[in-house]
């Protein structure tokens, strides 16, 4: 341990506590005092319970164990745990970097995980000094500040992109046709995924399952890591997915997103909530993908959704969705435009993606005191 570095848990230097159980979602207003709820800060109430800093951390359901850095006056409700310092020696901000350690709490719980706030208090950590934290903060900051600002530019990049291809959509032409989607599809290859259940999947298998989660919007986003073996694939009669083949998702959000599967996968199959369009002749997979994502395409499919519970929209009623398309030429003239803009999208993502890598690595190494900060660095702040 460096020296002035001090071992000590939570509970030791920061009040914690659940947030208010008696609260929840359906007492939020539309506006007032921020909410932190296990989703995060996702509404507002008419009252505040906290002044100041203090960190939010969802203690159960999906996200159980993300937290959020809370400033001003809010409130935490049902589902939450809640600290601040209570230390001289210890900055709430710090505890947030350290909240963001990967593993770093006890998840109990298998159907739902939970966090118990007995493990928060007792968890253990190397606290350094006061001034250290200080810099510490503040080099993460500025790192913040400039992931930000590059995940303004993949975001402003995106919208141009989105922006021009409206633009090509709503331009049409005399020779633009309509057609339903249903008849894009070759014979037969417009259909819904597969009824795979828990049961029938293999983490060993050879054959890659597809869920919603794979289906980005306009992109694919290769997301969950499910697969099944070789028998429970020909016993289940899957469809087996070709490169270009269009996947649908048919339940939000947002419905009827849609991606062109890439070359370079292992045998695929989808799950039934995902319905497959393999394109026929006349019709450019690359360009029809983002006609189904433009609004116009996805207002129609929210009017037809069904269900209560779990919305969907059934594969019939996608294929009646009428759609204006161009010639082939027109349509990969479209295409080739778009790309070029995907090519800067996917280098300002890259750039987002590393930067957030390298900022894991700098934090680790800070909060462990594998690298220190000179106190040079003061003198540089106070210069600024």
């Not at 932190?36 to 164990?65: M, N, Q, R, T």
């Not at 435009?337 to 750039?351: G, L, P, Q, R």
Request: charged share 25%; glycine share 8%; with cysteine.
């Amino acid at each position: 341990m460096r020296e002035g570095w001090t071992e000590t848990t939570l509970g030791d230097v920061a009040e914690t506590s659940w947030g208010n159980t008696t609260v929840t979602k359906k007492q939020y207003r539309d506006s007032g005092f921020m909410a932190y709820s296990a989703s995060g800060p996702d509404g507002f109430v008419d009252w505040f319970e906290h002044d100041g800093k203090g960190v939010v951390l969802s203690a159960i359901g999906a996200l159980c164990g993300k937290t959020w850095l809370a400033d001003g006056r809010w409130t935490p409700i049902k589902n939450t745990i809640w600290f601040k310092s209570i230390s001289d020696t210890c900055l709430t901000e710090y505890l947030f970097l350290l909240s963001q350690t990967p593993h770093l709490w006890p998840i109990r719980g298998q159907a739902q995980p939970f966090i118990a706030l007995g493990d928060v208090r007792a968890m253990e950590f190397m606290l350094p000094p006061l001034e250290e934290q200080r810099r510490i903060v503040d080099l993460m900051s500025s790192v913040d500040s400039y992931i930000a600002a590059l995940q303004q530019q993949a975001d402003a990049a995106r919208s141009a992109r989105s922006a021009v291809l409206s633009e090509l959509l709503a331009a049409g032409g005399d020779d633009w046709t309509e057609t339903t989607l249903g008849e894009i599809g070759l014979t037969g290859l417009f259909v819904d995924g597969d009824w795979v259940e828990s049961k029938d999947q293999d983490p060993a298998g050879e054959f890659r399952l597809l869920q919603l989660a794979d289906v980005g919007d306009g992109v694919f986003l290769d997301k969950s890591n499910r697969w099944m073996n070789s028998e429970q694939f020909s016993r289940l009669r899957c469809t087996s997915l070709h490169p270009r083949d269009i996947l649908i998702a048919r339940m939000p959000d947002p419905i009827a997103r849609a991606c062109v599967l890439p070359s370079g996968l292992p045998t695929c199959a989808t799950v039934v909530d995902v319905a497959i369009l393999r394109c026929g002749e006349g019709f450019v997979p690359e360009f029809i993908a983002p006609v189904i994502n433009d609004s116009t395409f996805r207002a129609e499919a929210q009017s037809l959704l069904t269900g209560t519970t779990r919305q969907r929209i059934s594969r019939s009623n996608l294929a009646k969705i009428v759609l204006a398309v161009p010639s082939v030429a027109e349509q990969e003239q479209i295409v080739e435009t778009v790309s070029s803009m995907d090519e800067v999208i996917e280098s300002a993502d890259k750039a987002v993606a590393d930067a957030k890598n390298l900022r894991s690595g700098l934090l680790s190494d800070l909060l462990s005191g594998a690298h220190e900060i000179p106190e040079s660095y003061d003198r540089l702040l106070g210069a600024a």
